[in-house]
């Protein structure tokens, strides 16, 4: 499911940027959330159990992956920083235990806690439009970087491929 997340967050991501990709993701994962809270077994709506579970997996690993963007305000710790958000992500199946405890134990209907897991999924677009640029944090810190510098540079300017032109680069086709 992450592959086919990347494929479709790729484009995305090159051309709306960070913030655009979030949010895109964001409701995705929060419709995906509470379709799956309107799946019942014995009723009709039995058949909106794929598209949800569909949904939710392909917004949550696309979130993901717009948050390692996070990593390139880290220069040098940049892998260790990836390294703790994956770490992170993947112990979110803790959260998964508790929720069905929640489920058996007390007694919480299913569609209550999908609905919440739903709104927890718009709650994550708060830092999205506080704290993340509009295109990608390296534009920014480039700008910031120019803005504060009085030097000039010397020497080509390297330049960051996007998706397109790295899939046809020579690396690929060869």
């Known amino acids: 499911m992450l592959a086919f997340a990347a494929i479709l967050i790729g484009p995305l991501f090159d ?13 995705c994962q929060a419709l995906g ?39 390139d305000l ?6 260790a920083v990836i390294t703790l958000m994956v770490g992170a992500w993947d112990s979110s199946s803790a959260v998964f ?6 489920y058996k134990d007390v007694g919480i209907p ?3 806690i999908c609905y919440l897991l739903a709104g927890a999924s718009m709650l994550s677009l ?8 509009n295109k990608s944090f390296k534009e920014e810190l480039s700008t910031a970087e120019n803005s504060t510098t009085a030097k000039k540079r010397t020497g080509p300017k390297s330049k960051q491929l996007t998706l397109w032109e790295t899939v046809k680069s020579r690396l690929f086709l060869s």
Do not use: E
Request: hydrophobic share 55%; net charge positive.
């Open 15 to 27: 051309k709306a940027g960070i913030r655009s990709t979030r949010v895109c993701w964001a409701i």
């Open 33 to 71: 959330a509470a379709l799956l809270g309107s799946a019942r077994p014995d009723a009709p709506l039995v058949h909106l159990l794929l598209p949800a579970m569909l949904m939710y997996a392909t917004g949550a690993n696309c979130v993901l992956l717009s948050n390692m963007a996070v990593a």
């Open 74 to 79: 880290f220069g040098k710790k940049k892998s």
């Open 97 to 102: 235990l508790m929720l069905k405890i929640l």
């Open 110 to 112: 299913f569609n209550v």
């Open 126 to 133: 708060i830092p999205t439009f506080f704290l993340f640029p």
